[in-house]
């Protein structure tokens, strides 16, 4: 039995996240799931499966109007609900079922607090942690514009693009900043931080690829800057996605988005 199971759509950065941090200090982590457009024939719950065509009806007991990133109807146990009060994925438990934790910066930390290594991903003591923990909120604030922003991609209007813009520039300014005086994002050692803001920055800059979705509505990506304005963070993005453990999943996400 894993030590942490998740369910979500597939591939998914979210869930990348999780995979680099288990590689990285022995946890076993199992991953159930579908590709995106799938999910919407799933039963989500601990024991996640495909339901057959007749039990996908809208009076289905388990039929949940989608909320974010989804359309129409998604079949949610009530004890998946219990679990994840907020029904997203990607959603992680426990391996007895008994404990779901979400948000995937949370799963990230769990996935390294059940590591019995060594590992320092999660800092030394409270103080390193409580800084790990800044970057990670940060990057939560960040992710979530972007989210909207990319789900806006096919219609951008003005007030979302100049969100997003707002709020790059914070974050990616604090990026910038951090990287001038220490080697990685929380210090001079490899951490959750790195790991969580390397796949959320990585996601945002699939903007890039719907460069011609946004110029039909008159905008440009938001990250065309990155090189120029954030060199220390490009590097970084570099470097990390190159180590064979983020390559296996950020790899094709740098060759399409920053370029060799
Ligand atoms: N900030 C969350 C985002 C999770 C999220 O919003 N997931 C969406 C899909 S992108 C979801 O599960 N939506 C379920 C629904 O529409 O009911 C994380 O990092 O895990």
């Known amino acids: 039995m894993a030590d942490i199971r998740i369910f979500s759509y597939l591939p998914n950065p979210r869930v990348w996240k999780s995979l680099i941090a288990a590689e990285l200090c022995n946890v076993d982590v199992e991953v159930i799931g579908d590709k995106p457009a799938a999910l919407g024939s799933w039963l989500w719950d601990f024991n ?31 004890a998946f609900l219990e679990a994840h009060p907020f029904g997203t994925v990607p959603a992680a438990f426990s391996s007895d079922g008994n404990v779901g934790v979400f948000e995937s910066n949370s799963i990230l930390r769990a996935v390294v607090r059940t590591s019995a290594e060594d590992h320092g991903l999660y800092g030394y003591d409270h103080q390193s942690a409580s800084r790990v923990d800044s970057f990670l909120d940060a990057d939560l604030v960040f992710a979530r514009e972007a989210q909207v922003y990319l789900l806006a991609a096919d219609n951008m209007d003005q007030a979302t693009a100049e969100r997003m813009a707002a709020a790059y520039e914070f974050f990616l300014n604090g990026l910038e900043q951090a990287l001038t ?36 509505n008159g905008f440009t990506p938001i990250s065309d800057d990155l090189e120029v304005q954030y060199p220390q963070v490009t590097q970084h993005l570099r470097q990390l996605s190159t180590r064979p453990v983020f390559n296996q999943y950020l790899g094709r996400e740098l060759q399409r988005t920053l370029g060799p």
Do not use: M, W
């Open 48 to 78: 996640a499966h495909q339901l057959s065509e007749d039990e996908r009806s809208d009076d289905s007991p388990y039929a949940r109007k989608s909320r974010r990133g989804f359309n129409g109807t998604l079949f949610k146990t009530d």
């Open 181 to 216: 005086t220490s080697h990685y994002i929380a210090g001079d050692e490899l951490t959750i931080a790195d790991i969580g803001i390397c796949c959320d920055v990585f996601q945002f800059l699939r903007e890039r690829l719907l460069a011609s979705k946004l110029a039909s």
